[in-house]
């Protein structure tokens, strides 16, 4: 296994931020300031025939881009109606971004209700630790079931199994067979 060696050469914190800061084109910093603005023009010329007139500007102001990563435009929403009404413009605000901005790839957008980050990881996360909680309880509930003598056990063979005494069995037939001549009437 190779060793990571650091360079003999000190190099100065702000020599690091100024490379940093070069390596970072000025044309693409411009282009995502100017998407974000470029939302609420695209959204408040959207006119439909609804009794609405300003539904653009309404859906403008509960709703914001977020992110521009790998041709897909992040948009978060205050409520799942403004995702619905946008996604219904879809086609519409990407041809709108794709004229103002012919350099940048805007394959499609992505929604996001506000106040959720959007993490996959952290949801996944939770419900395995909902499933350990449940499955925890279940335990103990099936605990307390063995103490107090209520049983769920499922391998309790047939032949445990006890029989009806003979008076009930003729009674059974007699409601099965009233039952079925019934059915044939």
């Given amino acids: 296994m190779g060793r990571f060696r650091m360079s003999d050469e000190i190099v100065s914190f702000s020599q690091i931020i100024s490379n940093a800061f070069n390596s970072i084109k000025v ?31 309404n859906m403008a102001g509960h709703s914001r881009v977020i ?22 413009h879809k086609k519409y605000i990407l041809n709108g971004f794709r004229m103002k901005f012919p350099e940048v790839e805007f394959k499609t957008l992505a929604f996001r209700l506000k106040g ?7 949801k996944i996360e939770n419900k395995d630790s909902i499933y350990k909680k449940v499955e925890k309880r279940l335990e103990i509930e ?5 103490k107090s003598g209520i049983s769920n056990n499922k391998n309790i063979k047939k032949s445990e199994k006890k029989d009806f005494p003979p008076e009930l069995k003729v009674l059974f037939d007699d ?11």
């Fill in 27 to 57: 044309e693409n910093a411009q282009n995502s300031v100017n998407i974000y603005d470029e939302w609420k023009k695209i959204l408040s010329r959207i006119k439909t025939n609804s009794s609405n007139p300003n539904e653009g500007l």
């Fill in 67 to 88: 992110d521009l990563k790998n041709g897909i435009l992040l948009i978060e929403a205050d409520h799942p109606g403004w995702i619905s009404l946008i996604q219904f």
């Fill in 116 to 122: 959720n980050k959007g993490e996959i990881a952290s």
């Fill in 142 to 146: 099936e605990e307390i079931n063995k």
């Fill in 175 to 185: 409601l099965r067979k009233s039952m079925l001549t019934n059915l044939e009437k």
